[in-house]
């Protein structure tokens, strides 16, 4: 038993207990000293139940943002209390390498040197990529430190470690080896600034106020001529046909002809094909397979030729004859230009369209041709789906399973390769003798042909490697304890932005690699946005910074306000008004501990028997409601309703503990009876412990602070035992009993305040019981009520003879008066006097105002009415206060 106040009594303890709660002096210290104590480490135990959590891993280029205090934060609620509860806790952490982002910062950095990647080759700028990484890449790591995350720090793990790096490479060979990875020509989406492909799922579409051009295209050996809709005229430049629906009456007569590409005289024929929308334009379209997803498909129906006419910057190629050279859209205004000279548009209208660009720079991408690397998706999507189906991975809200599903069941094969350097570079080799393509585990030094080999050039998508990450960082492939032990995780928490990019890919890795779930559960969680529902983005000017919330609130206020909106299955709406009501929580919880601990004397818990006790109402009731609580909080928990969680905590402590029952305490604490005190104390002391344990997941600061300064058995709140709800405390019979006490005691205090009574003024009071069993309730607890409507006299009686002399309410079966004399309405009866001579001569002024011509002339209407606004408020103020005046006269 560590006994924090056996050294010192009261007068000690008041010099000691700070009187405001300052939480930078508090966060670093507790930090350490968890981290000292390796409190947040956790290793395989016989003896426990895992619980284990992967962290959803922040780029290495990121810093805190309020979607990761959100997102950390939720899952240090869950992680802090199933660490409580005894299953040993797995909170594994690590960063993402980023490909594209971290790239691209690097790049940034070059060109403010003069220099390009290029310049300096593959091997310096990856020592420069390493080098930016080992200085600024533990950033975010530190942050979360500072929020509070409780993770397991010698665990952390980097998606290109040794270790996951070896993970990639299995993986990869593996489904080379199955043929479920393959090479191949087809339409990627292309970012011609980052210069690489891009999965479908990182294109953002956005609707853009574009044009439809309507081109003459003429049939060969025919003066019969056409016309062809299109938003892209440049694309012409690869057109290899043309193509009508099949069941489109109006042109079943071209199919089989052929057509003349406008500018560059190629010969197009005219197919049939149900892909082609008859409503579109004019039921005709041009086909592109080069440069168009849905052309490519189609070209390859009918065997089509693909003519790429771009570079890989999106400037025309040798194959746009004239127009090589230019910018695609440079190549749009030429193009348009020549074919308007030579009257080849018949029209142009305004055109609303969804146009892809690149989810990092925001370029527009080109569907582009190009060898690339794919896996095969559908063999891989069978078992994620069923595993979904049959409820072993269950998705919070249940909603997001039909957005899994969606994607899931119209799944396209995945482009895993990028035009980049840094990240995973793809395990194959090409022999510059043979052609033969070497994919393999280990780095393979020549051809069995005897030839020199290359390896590819390209890195695989980032979210290849995140992917593997609830296996590849307990050491997978290899077999281990750790593997065994604290795989398949718990729970994932994640974004909903990301089920298609990485809650997808892990469902598909993890069932074909590990033979089970990666995860049993996935809380979705929602976006953060400001208080009027707005995104927060830098543009808007909206944006609010974690770290600096952190300094002005402190981290518990800022994790608490968090917890307090995360509504399930609704965005999050954010103020900083929200935050510094969360410090004002802490202000109460510090204020009514520091109150506790200022009181408890020489009082040890292990020296009370809860039977040699004399309980009270208020000490049964307050058992009872910290019963119920404890309850009701294991339900949220378990469904991840931490907004419900934070609700009912904030409510117990604010309202249960510190305004009633603190309160109430009081008539022993400070009265002569040793049980009494001893009896307040025990129970001061055993809801204050308590609650700090249901408050530590989501305020570790403060509650640690506070329970250091308790007596209390253990080293730390963070490895305490989690409350379980006392069955026997829970009395229904006590809660109903005081809920109508406080609502007596609210209606009395009410009526003080409707009358003008100042708070320190004492005032007499009848009460009339008019259910049956309130006399008594009345009578035995008369002290409660007297000491908290700050009574004179309290008499419980039959009637009251004249009922009009009385301020009156009604409450829980009880009729309330506070007779309207007294030395206390006296003194309201001269404040009220003088208040409605005051507010008579202002009226007087504004009348006077208003009865000048020369104002109301001259005066600007505004003036005139805002004038006579004043007039009218002063008038309905003094009609109230005669009303209140005539009551207590």
Not at 607 to 615: A, G, I, Q, S, Y
Request: aromatic share 12%.
């Amino acid at each position: 038993m560590s006994e924090g106040l056996s050294e010192h009594g009261t007068a000690g303890l008041e010099a000691e207990i700070p009187k405001a709660y300052e939480p930078a002096a508090v966060e670093s210290r507790w930090y350490a000293f968890w981290e000292e104590r390796g409190y947040f480490h956790a290793e395989p135990n016989p003896d426990r139940e895992p619980f284990t959590v992967v962290i959803p891993p922040p780029n290495v280029t990121g810093s805190l943002h309020l979607g990761h205090a959100l997102n950390n934060s939720l899952q240090d609620f869950i992680v802090r209390r199933k660490r409580m509860q005894g299953y040993e806790t797995l909170w594994l952490p690590g960063t993402d390498h980023a490909g594209i982002a971290t790239h691209a910062v690097v790049e940034r950095l070059l060109a403010e040197e003069g220099k390009t990647r290029w310049d300096i080759g593959r091997e310096a700028f990856l020592e420069r990529v390493w080098q930016w990484v080992e200085k600024y890449g533990g950033t975010i790591i530190q942050q979360l430190k500072r929020l509070g995350c409780s993770c397991d720090w010698d665990r952390t793990r980097f998606t290109m470690d040794e270790g996951c790096s070896r993970a990639v490479r299995e993986v990869f060979v593996r489904l080379y080896e199955e043929g479920l990875i393959y090479q191949g020509y087809y339409i990627v989406n292309w970012c011609p600034r980052c210069l690489t492909a891009i999965s479908d799922i990182e294109v953002e579409h956005e609707e853009v106020e574009g044009k439809l051009w309507y081109i003459r295209y003429d049939l060969k050996d025919s003066d019969e001529h056409f016309y062809v809709a299109t938003t892209r005229p440049e694309t012409m430049l690869g057109d290899t046909g043309v193509a009508v629906n099949p069941r489109d009456h109006r042109y079943r007569h071209l199919v089989g002809k052929t057509a003349v590409l406008p500018l560059l005289g190629r010969e197009l024929p005219i197919i049939a094909d149900d892909y082609v929308d008859p409503e579109f334009g004019t039921g005709i379209v041009k086909v592109t397979p080069a440069h168009d997803p849905n052309d490519f498909e189609m070209g390859r129906r009918h065997g089509l030729p693909e003519i790429n006419i771009f570079t890989p910057e999106a400037r025309v190629n040798e194959n746009g004859g004239p127009y090589a050279g230019l910018d695609r859209y440079e190549a749009r205004n030429a193009v348009v230009r020549d074919l308007e000279s030579m009257h080849y548009v018949q029209k142009v209208e305004p055109h609303l369209h969804a146009v892809g660009h690149c989810y990092r720079c925001h370029t527009v991408i080109e569907p582009y041709l190009s060898k690339q690397w794919f896996v095969s998706m559908k063999t891989l999507a069978e078992p994620a789906i069923r595993a979904v189906e049959e409820g072993r991975t269950r998705f919070i809200p249940a909603r997001w399973e039909k957005i899994y599903f969606d994607w899931m069941y119209n799944i396209r094969d995945w482009c895993i390769s990028r035009q980049l350097w840094w990240g995973h570079r793809i395990p194959a080799w090409y022999c510059r003798e043979c052609g033969q393509v070497i994919v393999a585990r280990e780095d393979p030094e020549r051809c069995p042909c005897g030839g020199e080999l290359e390896q590819d050039p390209d890195v695989l998508d980032t979210w290849f490697s995140s992917g593997l990450w609830p296996f590849s960082t307990l050491g997978w492939p290899e077999d281990n304890p750790d593997l065994r032990y604290f795989y398949p995780t718990s729970v994932l928490v994640t974004a909903f932005d990301i089920i298609f990019f990485w809650v997808a890919r892990m469902m598909m890795s993890g069932l074909h690699f590990m033979g089970d779930v990666p995860f049993r559960e996935v809380f979705v969680t929602a976006l953060i946005r400001d208080e009027s529902g707005k995104k927060m983005s830098k543009s808007s000017g909206n944006v609010i910074d974690p770290l600096d919330i952190i300094e002005r609130y402190g981290a518990d206020a800022l994790r608490f306000t968090l917890g307090h909106i995360a509504v399930p299955g609704r965005d999050v709406f954010l103020s900083e008004e929200r935050i510094a009501g969360s410090r004002h929580f802490c202000n109460k919880i510090w204020n009514a501990s520091r109150f506790v601990l200022l009181n408890l004397g020489d009082f040890r818990p292990g020296e009370v028997r809860e039977e040699d006790l004399e309980l009270t109402l208020a000490d049964r009731w307050i058992l009872s409601r910290l019963a119920g609580l404890i309850e009701t909080l294991d339900g949220y928990f378990e469904e991840y309703d931490f907004s419900e969680a934070c609700r009912a905590i904030y409510e117990f402590f604010w309202s249960d503990f510190c305004d009633w029952y603190v309160e109430l305490s009081k008539l022993r604490l400070y009265g002569d009876e040793e049980a009494g005190k001893r009896t307040a104390r025990y129970v001061l002391w055993t809801v204050l412990e308590q609650a700090l344990r249901l408050l530590h997941p989501f305020m570790p600061f403060i509650t640690e602070e506070i329970w250091q300064r308790l007596p209390h058995e253990g080293e730390s709140i963070v490895v305490a035992p989690w409350p379980a709800p006392r069955r026997e405390h829970l009395d229904p019979a006590a809660e109903e009993e005081m809920s109508v006490l406080q609502e007596v005691i609210t209606c009395l205090r009410r009526l003080r305040s409707e009358m003008g009574v100042r708070p320190n003024a004492r005032v007499e009071a009848l009460l009339v019981p008019v259910l049956e069993g309130r006399r008594e309730l009345l009578l035995e607890h008369e002290g409660y009520i007297t000491s908290q409507a700050r009574l004179s006299a309290l008499r419980v009686v039959d009637s009251v003879e004249d009922p009009t002399s009385y301020a009156r309410g009604l409450a829980a079966g009880v009729e309330a008066f506070i007779p309207l004399r007294g030395e206390a309405f006296r003194e309201e009866a001269e404040r009220l006097r003088r208040e409605i001579v005051r507010l008579e001569k202002e009226a007087q002024r504004h009348q006077a105002k208003l009865s000048n011509d020369q104002f109301l002339s001259k005066a600007p209407p505004e003036v005139v009415q805002k004038e006579r606004r004043k007039l009218a408020d002063v008038r309905l103020k003094l009609e109230k206060l005669h009303e209140q005046l005539q009551l207590i006269e």
